[in-house]
């Protein structure tokens, strides 16, 4: 898989997930956490030794995540969610802390939501 599939993957099974009329459009700051949660998933996934996350667990999560806070993603594919999940993705590996350290915190604080 390469870097620029990574952040796009999720946009099928997303944009086919049906939402509430009654929400708004999704917000730029809300496109933001979406994507920093891509980013965690595919970091996880390539840094830290969860090669083999699955893929359809990973979209389920994000699903999960978008319903739980009442995001309408009508708009998901007018946003350059692949940018911005690049750009999570590139701050992750910036971050100044041992690896282990920083995968350990990464994985505790994302694998909740996949249990869902």
Not at 77 to 101: F, H, V, W
Request: hydrophobic share 40%; charged share 20%.
């Amino acid at each position: 898989m390469n870097n620029k599939s990574i952040f796009t993957l999720p946009l099928l099974l997303l944009s086919l997930v049906g939402f509430s009329s009654t929400c708004q459009a999704l917000t730029e700051s809300e496109a933001e956490e979406l994507a920093d949660l891509t980013a965690v998933f595919f970091y996880l996934k390539r840094e830290c030794g969860y090669q083999d996350l699955p893929i359809p667990e990973i979209k389920r999560a994000l699903i999960y995540f978008a319903q739980q806070n009442r995001w309408d993603l009508s708009n998901y594919n007018q946003i350059n969610m692949e940018a911005l999940g690049q750009s999570s993705y590139n701050d992750l590996k910036k971050i100044p802390i041992p690896q282990e350290i920083k995968c350990k915190a990464l994985s505790k604080d994302s694998f909740g939501i996949m249990a869902h």
